[in-house]
């Protein structure tokens, strides 16, 4: 049973313009979640989180947005810029210190 | 500042041998570690996590075992390897008490 889905493999966009990638989850105990980029064969880079308690968190150019009642959250990257071109990962935890709880991941390609 | 190490980088085995990938992290005390594998075409999958010395917890039964001989020391360990367990394996870290896991580079092992 796969907790949190990231339904889209793959996502193709403009430079200058803004990406969306969308996460969904099943489990409602999650109360913290996290954003993670990944170039090839490197380790995830931590990019941005969201307590449960808000629905809404902006860093520079990235913004998740997390709707609970659809369990649902969402990245987004403004502008896109042909450097965020890498795997985007979310994750999820019910328990400040445990394990996460990865999608598979989404392919953000940005073309000049 | 913190700094996770792994090592080694790549590695190429045979099936039926032994393997022990090290992870090490530096600037820190007590933190959760934590054993990730990524399998080709596949999201990042947790083999195992330990909140102190000689403390694991095992996520996934396979012929794979983690050790904690020291604080800031996590082993990744097989008797005899199967083709299966070729993958990229990434090891992260947490504070104490914090969500955020940081990753190291990874080891990519090939069986063959």
């Known amino acids: 049973d796969q907790q949190v889905k990231q339904n889209s493999p793959s996502l193709s966009v403009q430079e200058g313009r803004i990406s969306i990638l969308n996460c969904d989850y099943t489990n409602s105990m999650f109360d913290y979640f996290l954003w993670y980029k990944k170039y090839p064969a490197e380790g995830p880079t931590f990019l941005i989180s969201i307590s449960s308690i808000k629905d809404k968190n902006e860093d520079g150019r990235f913004t998740v947005f997390l709707n609970k009642s659809a369990k649902h959250l969402s990245l987004h990257i403004v502008p896109s810029q042909p450097g965020d071109s890498a795997v985007y990962f979310c994750a999820a935890t019910n328990q400040a210190g445990t394990a996460l709880i990865f999608g598979k991941g989404t392919t953000l390609s940005v073309s000049s | 500042s913190q700094t996770i190490h792994q090592w080694p980088a790549t590695l190429v085995q045979p099936v039926g041998s032994p393997l022990s990938l090290e992870c090490t992290v530096e600037?820190?005390?007590?933190?959760?570690l934590y054993w990730y594998r990524q399998a080709a075409g596949r999201g990042l999958q947790l083999l195992f996590y330990s909140v102190g010395i000689g403390q694991i917890s095992s996520e996934v039964p396979q012929n794979l075992s983690a050790s904690r001989p020291q604080d800031r020391q996590f082993i990744l360990s097989s008797k005899k390897l199967l083709l299966s367990d070729s993958g990229f394996y990434l090891c992260a870290w947490t504070p104490v008490g914090g969500a955020e896991q940081y990753f190291g580079p990874g080891t990519r092992l090939t069986v063959t």
């Open positions: 600037g820190t005390s007590n933190p959760n």
